[in-house]
């Protein structure tokens, strides 16, 4: 295998006359690689030392520079070279890991390296699905992620997969399960006793129930879950985050939320009548109204809140409301949470939604009336005790 030795890459740096910066978290003083490739049945391999790149695609070596600190897309298809235990980012990749895991996790680094050091990333629901793509994402750029969920011994094992597979060891998981408030108040106690800091929190937990099942406080377990927990918990955690200021929000919604063009009051939790997708989607239109919301009430805090749809994902939600819909991996819907949660590029943003995309977007016009977003809010507060 084809690779530049430590000695070489100094003398490299020595001819381009300058030292460049490492990238958060990268010490200059080892060589860090990342797989080789078959690309057109040629062998060429990536070495990459705090921001310089050295190449090799047959008997061709270059280096390149990088002005800032964000690790370039090589294109390319191919079988991964077994038995590879390279770094980049300063943190442990297993060798045994797939060829596709590489590929989308370990190279492709380019978008959202942390604007922040070290970020403290709290992401709920993190133990399947879009939730537990994002903390792998966050992990493998070198966050400190806080992975939740409600079955403690499924955090424990995510917790094992995700050190294992990314290499960092800065991850720790918290459980609570969402039907019940005092569960989210204690998972807020939790944090903010534990870390002195909470730069992301990701509201990402959600549930579909087919039935209408009410939770022991006499709450519809959807909207109890999916827009009662989130409110409560990121209230009880906005201390923390105007403390670690600036710090940043984002809550996962749907374009499902464009089924409704108006709210029932007296039918808000399924009191008169019940359909699943119904329930789901008022619970995303009181997603996005809380946060045009909170952006308005917590502005100049230093604190954003956006909104995203992630896109049609292939999680256990998706299955439930459309069997027969073949959605995206995961990690297509993880890459917006995650940009939302570290880009520079949105640094600042707030009361904005995502629409399965990088630049904001519009929801629907029954999320921007005053009228319903007040409204919803109070309720809200209400009914978790906050008013």
């Known amino acids: 295998m084809p690779y530049f030795e430590e000695t070489q890459a100094g003398e490299l740096r020595q001819a381009f006359g300058k030292i460049v910066h490492p990238w958060p978290g990268v010490t200059s003083k080892k060589m860090f690689g990342a797989p080789s490739f078959a690309a057109n049945g040629t062998l060429f391999a990536v070495i990459v030392t705090g921001g310089l790149i050295l190449t090799r695609l047959g008997d061709e070596e270059k280096a390149t520079l990088l002005e800032d600190p964000a690790v370039e897309y090589f294109t390319g298809h191919g079988r991964v070279i077994r038995n590879l235990s390279k770094q980049v980012t300063g943190r442990r990749h297993s060798s045994n890991a797939s060829p596709r895991y590489l590929w ?132 009880l955690l906005l201390p923390l985050l105007e403390k670690s200021a600036p710090s940043r929000i984002v809550n996962v919604s749907s374009i499902a939320h464009n089924f409704h063009n108006h709210i029932d009051w007296e039918n808000l939790q399924g009191e008169k009548s019940f359909t699943l997708y119904g329930s789901y989607a008022l619970s995303k239109v009181a997603n996005i109204t809380f946060t045009y919301t909170l952006a308005e009430r917590i502005a100049g805090s230093g604190v954003t809140v956006t909104c995203v749809h992630p896109g049609v994902i292939a999680t256990r939600l998706l299955n439930t409301l459309f069997p027969s819909i073949i959605g995206m991996p995961p990690s297509e819907g993880a890459k917006y949470l995650v940009y939302l949660a570290l880009s520079p590029e949105v640094e600042g943003i707030s009361g904005q939604y995502f629409n399965f995309a990088e630049k904001p977007g519009r929801s629907s016009v029954l999320t921007y009336d005053p009228v319903v977003q007040e409204r919803l809010w109070r309720v809200a507060e209400e009914l978790t005790g906050l008013s």
């Open 104 to 235: 989308e996790n370990f190279i492709n680094l380019r978008e959202d390296q942390p604007s922040m050091a070290t970020p403290v990333i709290l992401v709920t629901g993190s133990t399947d699905g879009i939730g537990k793509a994002a903390a792998r994402a966050l992990a493998l750029r070198g966050a400190t992620v806080i992975i939740h969920g409600r079955d403690e011994e499924k955090c424990r094992k995510v917790l094992r997969d995700l050190k294992e597979s990314t290499g960092n060891t800065d991850l720790s998981f918290l459980s609570a399960d969402f039907i019940e408030q005092q569960n989210v108040r204690r998972l807020a106690e939790e944090v903010a006793s534990r870390y002195e800091r909470l730069d992301v929190l990701i509201n990402n937990a959600g549930t579909c129930e087919t039935t209408r099942k009410l939770t022991p406080e006499g709450h519809e377990t959807t909207f109890q879950v999916n827009y009662l927990a989130p409110f409560l918990l990121t209230r």
